[in-house]
């Protein structure tokens, strides 16, 4: 790092603004292991400038036609569609991923951006006319006000807009706390905001750690916090953000499971194992971590398994010649995956593939861990109970469809999940019977279109809100019911005491 390179500041009131509280953190290009810049992390008045930059937009923003914000978020899908191969890069130098990794997820964010395009639709109230004679009753969806929107590493781009497209389009204004290990992305999307029109002040962006997310928790001008991340940190907010009189969204960790029943197509299984496991390096909340091989098919599985990663390609995810999989996001977290590994190990699994100590040439400093597969994983180690979030695929041998059923049930996650198998009948009674919020029929990421909802059971979501879909323009709008007569002067009731009835 250079003695010039700025530091990343926050975007308040439509301006980037440097910060002054004299708190940083590094930014890394973790393929290359090297610091690049670093990020500011905000004081209490910094926090409080974006928060009241964002009250102070409110009341414009919120009466602005309707028509008049629709062409806003119409130009900003025009122009994030135009130039997302620029944001990409951005995500796979701070994040890792490989770049056309990062296009999927911007492609993802995108289609709330497009669900959003639609929102007069989706904030209409109803009308019952003539409830009582000449009596009307009509519901508004209004906007909340200042929305906080906390979100996590591994998807830079794609989380945030899980919130902010649906929050902005009902009329709220916003203020992003992105994660700071890679806070680029935020602040090119709010430059992005500007260029498409959207006023000063609708969106910001708040750089910072634990401070600044604990004053969104506790400002009284904030409405409500949409927060995806690890689940200790999902439910510290869950429980802070209610106490403090806020609407809270919450989406925490996962551990998610692949059952594989003896009818399934091998080769289907095995390609989107490796897909879903090793994709991202595995720092995915909805990766498949677990495969639950029904006997007889494990032997037969992990050989084509390891057929397949043996053909994968590591490396630094800006190459020209794009490899399969990057690095992990920090050297800590590196050594926090390869010590799950040494645990498996120690717990009695047998370690088929390892990638501890993987390195790249030219890159040794950078933060790689080679794809790694693990067989017989006692449902009792820690490796097995806790989320990874790295490239780790283990195998848990079962004998019958039940006994997988009850492993899935019996985590204490229910985000995502997987049955992959020639047979309607099981098929339709997994999804049934499984405790979790998201599954793929022969599917290994179920992530919801935009329209649907995504969400998960268990310690997975805390709160009743998903994020997108109906459930997003249910949570970034209050309703209100209007009772309303218009008189005239033979329809005057005169005093009545009584309880109103129809
Ligand atoms: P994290 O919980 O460490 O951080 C998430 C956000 O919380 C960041 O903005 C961070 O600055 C902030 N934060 C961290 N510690 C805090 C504290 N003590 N107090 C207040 N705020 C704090 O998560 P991460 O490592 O950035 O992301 C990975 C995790 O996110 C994984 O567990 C993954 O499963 C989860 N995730 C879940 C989903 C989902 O949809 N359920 C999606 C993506 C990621």
Redesign the pocket.
């Known amino acids: 790092m250079t003695s010039q390179t700025l530091t990343i500041g926050h975007w308040i009131d439509g301006a980037s603004v440097a910060s002054q509280s004299g708190r940083t953190a590094p930014v890394y290009d973790p393929a290359r292991g090297v610091e690049t810049t670093r990020v500011a992390l905000a004081d209490h008045a910094e926090i409080d400038a974006a928060i009241v930059s964002a009250a102070k937009a409110f009341p414009d923003w919120r009466d602005l036609s309707i028509a008049r914000r629709q062409m806003i978020v119409f130009r900003f899908r025009e122009l994030l569609y135009e130039r997302k191969k620029e944001l990409a890069e951005i995500v796979t130098g701070e994040h890792g991923k490989v770049v056309s990794d990062a296009l999927g997820e911007i492609q993802r964010g995108l289609e709330v951006v497009e669900l959003a395009t639609g929102f007069p639709h989706l904030i209409k109230g109803g009308y019952s006319e003539n409830v009582s004679t000449g009596v009307d009753v009509y519901s508004l969806k209004q906007p909340l006000g200042v929305v906080g929107i ?6 830079p781009v794609m ?1 945030p807009m ?1 919130f902010f497209p649906i929050a902005i389009a009902a009329g709220n204004t916003v203020v992003l ?5 890679d806070p680029s992305a935020a602040i090119w999307i709010a430059q992005l905001w500007k260029e498409a029109g959207l006023p000063d002040g609708v969106f910001n962006v708040l750089q ?3 401070e ?3 004053g969104l ?1 506790k400002h009284p001008e904030v409405q409500s916090i949409s ?8 439910q ?2 869950y429980e802070t953000a209610s106490k403090n009189g806020k609407r809270v969204q919450a ?4 551990k998610n499971h692949m059952l594989v029943l003896p009818d399934a197509d091998l080769d289907l299984v095995a390609d989107s194992a490796v897909n879903a496991g090793f994709g991202a390096a595995g ?4 990766a498949i971590s677990v495969v639950l091989a029904v006997e007889p098919v494990a032997g037969e599985l992990i050989e084509k398994i390891t057929n397949r990663i043996a053909k994968l390609r590591i490396g630094n995810g800006s190459s020209e010649n794009e490899p399969d999989m990057g690095p992990l ?1 920090s050297e800590a ?1 590196r050594d926090r995956v390869a010590s799950y590994v040494d645990i498996a190990e120690a717990d009695g699994a047998r370690v088929v593939v390892d990638g501890r100590g993987y390195t790249v040439d030219g890159h040794e400093e950078g933060f790689f861990f080679g794809p790694t597969l693990l067989d017989v994983v006692p449902t009792t180690s820690r490796a097995y109970t806790e ?1 990874i ?1 790295g490239p780790v695929l283990s195998i848990v041998r079962v004998k019958t469809y039940e006994e997988g059923l009850a492993l899935i049930n019996s985590g204490e996650f229910g ?1 995502g999940t997987a049955i992959f198998t020639n047979d309607g009948g099981a098929a339709r009674r997994f999804q049934n019977e499984v405790q979790v919020g998201m599954i793929g029929i022969n599917v290994p990421i179920p992530v919801p279109v935009a329209y649907h909802s ?3 059971w268990k310690k ?2 805390f709160g009743d809100a998903k ?1 997108y879909g109906v459930h997003g323009f249910d949570f970034f709008t209050r309703e209100k019911a209007v009772t309303s007569r218009w008189l005239d002067p033979a329809s005057h009731g005169g005093i009545n005491l009584g309880f109103p009835q129809n």
């Open positions: 906390i979100s996590p590493f591994n998807f989380v899980w706390k992105p994660s700071e290990k910072g750690d634990k600044a997310v604990d928790l927060f995806v991340g690890s689940t200790p940190i999902a510290y907010i989406l925490g960790g996962a720092e995915r909340c909805m996001i977290h989320e979030f985000n995504f969400g998960g997975s979501l994020a």
